[in-house]
């Protein structure tokens, strides 16, 4: 049987990013919660996911890769977004699980720093072992495995792949991307992340990059191809693309 898992929710905006910035990853301090939202209109559909027999929206994120600050990057800049946290649908789908989390419409004028951090510390982590959390209601189950960056994305894209194991022998593969992109015709800078855990070592189906298309079109987002660069002065408005 899956094991049951829930999240933790946001930090408050009170706290300062410096502490956040400042974690050996994005959640500490956060409490676990399984408090569903609403599904936001922006997420993947139930049809949209081959297979999907169920879904349902929670604040933050289900599962952490602890690889540097790939996880805070993404808390402190939902912080600065609407709402002020970001949001993750999951999806039931046989022996695996699907998760988008949505952090659209980031209020900040260097939105380019976080998606750059995000892609070099993925290249950084790369052939090291590193440890995942699934969050339940109380302590996090840990399992660890050696993270590999995926090769060959665009610079709209970032991801990996991680095969773990928990002290109870139990193994997931986790296949994450990226996506840098904007909504409202350019103007708003945002991360789209989209996630397969499957309940064995081997990948799980669908794959991220399977439900990409369809995730920027319920969000009504491009990718943005300027989101690489290390310049770190405001947003500028990028040509729209759609697929990678």
């Known amino acids: 049987m899956r094991r049951a898992r829930s999240l933790r929710s946001f930090l408050p905006l009170v706290l300062a990013s410096f502490l956040l910035a400042g974690c050996g990853h994005g959640g500490a301090g956060q409490e676990a919660t399984a408090t569903p939202e609403p599904i936001p209109t922006t997420a993947l559909t139930l049809a949209d996911v081959p297979g999907a027999t169920s879904q349902a929206a929670y604040p933050g994120m289900r599962v952490e890769v602890i690889c540097k600050r790939i996880e805070s990057s993404i808390y402190k800049r939902v912080l600065l977004s609407e709402p002020d946290h970001a949001v993750t649908v999951e999806y039931e789908v046989g022996d695996a699980t699907v998760y988008e989390t949505l952090a659209l419409a980031l209020t900040t004028i260097r939105p380019n720093g976080s998606f750059a951090s995000i892609a070099k510390d993925i290249a950084a982590c790369d052939g090291t072992k590193e440890e995942t959390q699934f969050w339940s209601v109380g302590p996090p189950e840990s399992e660890t495995g050696a993270f590999h960056a995926t090769e060959g994305l665009p610079d709209t894209l970032a991801g ?75 947003h500028t408005t990028p040509q729209p693309t759609n697929t990678p």
């Open 160 to 234: 990996f792949t991680i095969t773990t194991t928990g002290e109870d022998g139990a193994q997931h593969h986790i296949e994450r991307i990226y996506a840098a992109v904007t909504t409202n015709n350019g103007q708003e800078p945002g991360i789209i992340v989209l996630t397969t855990v499957s309940n064995t070592n081997q990948p799980g189906a669908p794959a991220p990059l399977d439900l990409l298309d369809a995730a920027l079109q319920r969000a009504d987002a491009t990718l943005d191809p300027t989101a690489i660069t290390t310049d770190l002065g405001p």
